[in-house]
C-alpha cells in the first residue's frame, strides 16, 4: 500500500510539472502579471489608507496586492488539486469493485468445490 501511495504522489508531482511547464499556463501568467501592472497603476493614482487613515505608500499597495493574488492563486491550486484528488478516489473506487467482482466469484466456486467435495465423501 505504501509503494501504491509514493507511485500515486510521484505520479501527481510529474503531472503537476507537465502542467507547470505548458505553455497555456505561462501565458495565463502573462496576462495576469499584465492585469497586475493595470491594478498597480490604478491603485497608486487612487488612494488607499490603513487603519489609522493614513495614506498607504505605493510599495504597501503593491504587497496588499500581491497578498489578494497570492490568495486567489492559491485558491484556484486549490481547486485544481480537489478535483484531482477526486479522479483518483474514482479510479481507487473502481479498483475495488473489481476486487470484491473477483472475491464473489471466488467464494461461488469454493462453495462449488465444497459441494462437489461433500458429494464425493459422501458416495465414499
Not at 466469484?105 to 468445490?113: E, F, G, N, S, V
Request: aromatic share 4%; glycine share 2%.
Amino acid at each position: 500500500m505504501k509503494t501504491k501511495t509514493l507511485i500515486e504522489l510521484i505520479t501527481l508531482s510529474s503531472s503537476l510539472y507537465v502542467l507547470g511547464r505548458d505553455t497555456h499556463l505561462f501565458e495565463k501568467f502573462n496576462e495576469w502579471s499584465d492585469d497586475m501592472v493595470k491594478d498597480v497603476n490604478g491603485v497608486a493614482s487612487t488612494s488607499m489608507s490603513d487603519e489609522n487613515g493614513d495614506e498607504l505608500e505605493l510599495i504597501d499597495k503593491i504587497k496588499l496586492k500581491a497578498e489578494h493574488l497570492k490568495e486567489e492563486l492559491d485558491a484556484k491550486i486549490e481547486d485544481a488539486v480537489v478535483k484531482l484528488y477526486r479522479k483518483i478516489n474514482i479510479a481507487h473506487l473502481d479498483e475495488i469493485r473489481a476486487v470484491q467482482v473477483k472475491l464473489e466469484k471466488a467464494d461461488a466456486t469454493i462453495a462449488l468445490l465444497e459441494a462437489r467435495l461433500n458429494k464425493i465423501e459422501a458416495k465414499s
